[in-house]
């Protein structure tokens, strides 16, 4: 074990830090956090117009116009995340440069527009065109995020080389600031409309949305949302907790946009009254990480209910609270489980078994999928097992989830109430002799 721990320290540790640090996927991991409450509002009136009531479902296909004017809120929140998220990188990407963020975002913004194909319609017989809004939502995320930190990285290194429009002394700072603008914003407009052309003349793709979504989004998405690649990550955003780090933040950096592109399909099925597709998207986590990163719920019920060490015991009461809100930081470096050898098997163990019951329940039809409901991540169980799921058995679900976690950890929480409590028992046997010394 001690070998495992200095391998985890000098090797794993290090490069876990530079990819969490690391200024390109801290912008990504920053972009898609901003996208989040837009998708929980989304979420709110996606519920409101397919709550699962036949009687509530029967009034509304009774009266379309109510179930339409209940989707506005989504389709102008859930269905914008491209827009959102493309913007948050620019900006964020800047910010990290000490650029102007503001101007660097809605340089981002107009570049994604410059890529982004219209579609050619008729209205009272005058064909017009119009932006694709499809790619607005989460089918343009992919190109939002790339076209993004191609636009920054334009943007500030011609800021940073000072070829910019200085405006005289007198000129309001504000009005000087924006044209300072306008030759780095210029360029990176122009670089992305050449990629365009090229694309468009030179290739049968037809678009940059189709190039990445072929080239790049589609393979990862096979890789990350397959069953042997979700248990890869699950493993691997507990690995980096076992020495301290925090192994969501990392992993969403580079996953998450992947899962929000999927969660954001579903949701666009399941409004239009469609079968959804996707097992593993963004709320999939929160159906197996029952009280927190490693489903650890079952533990601190265990240290509550079941300690004979009164330190065990104290400190579960201290993480139930927050437990039920699927937040185990008390925990993770309280009991610990952080630098814990003893207890990073459950740990590690526990998500492979939650995902492989997980998938293959959905897999197989016998739970509901995602339906595209992303709740807030401290949604208590069962609660954000209905609301996801829209069903039941999401319920269900998290129960046998729970009693699986609580299983496996059991054991090992037995060998740590022991230890504990033999420490307690030696430490007041010791307390007791000094008694007896001090009176005679």
Known sequence: ????????????????????????????????????????????????????????????????????????????????VALIATFGVGYRLAE???????????????????????????????????????????????VGLLIAILSTEIYRRIVQKDIVIKMPEGVPPTVAKSFTTVIPGFIAII???????????????????????????????????????TIIVFFLINL???????????????????????????????????????IVTAEFRYLIFIGGSGATLGLVLAMVFLSKSKQMKQLGRLAIGPGLF???????????????PTMWIPFLITPIVTVLITYLSMDYGLVAKPIGVLPPGTTPTLINGYLMTGSVSGVILQLVLFVTSFVI???????MDNQKYKEEQTTLTNQDESKILKVN
């Open 1 to 80: 074990m001690d070998k495992i721990t200095k391998f985890l320290e000098e090797k794993v540790m290090p490069v876990a830090g530079k990819i969490a640090s690391q200024r390109h996927l801290s912008a990504l991991r920053d972009a898609m956090v901003l996208t989040i409450p837009f998708i929980i509002i989304g979420s709110v009136f996606l519920i409101l117009a397919n709550l699962p009531i036949p009687a509530y479902i029967d009034y509304l296909t009774a009266h379309p116009k109510i179930k339409t004017a209940l989707l506005y809120p989504f389709n102008g929140t859930f269905n914008l």
């Open 96 to 142: 990290s440069y000490k650029v102007d963020p503001l101007a660097s975002g809605a340089v981002a913004l107009c570049s994604y527009f410059v890529v982004t194909p219209s579609t050619i319609f008729t209205v009272d017989k005058m064909v017009t065109t119009a932006m694709n809004v499809n790619y607005f939502s989460s089918q343009g995320l992919f």
């Open 191 to 229: 670089t992305v409309w050449i990629i365009r052309l090229l694309v468009e003349n030179l290739t049968t793709f037809g678009s940059v949305h189709n190039i990445v979504g072929k080239l790049l989004q589609q393979p990862l998405t096979n890789i990350g949302t397959s069953l042997v690649g």
């Open 240 to 278: 980096l907790w076992t020495i301290g780090l925090h192994g969501s933040v990392i992993a969403n950096s580079v996953i998450l946009p992947i899962w929000l592109q999927l969660t954001s399909e579903n949701a666009t099925a399941f409004a239009a009254g469609q079968p959804v597709d996707h």
């Open 326 to 340: 699927n937040i185990n930081e008390p925990l993770l470096f309280g009991l610990p489980i952080v630098f814990n």
């Open 409 to 415: 950890y059991f054991p090992f929480f037995k060998i």
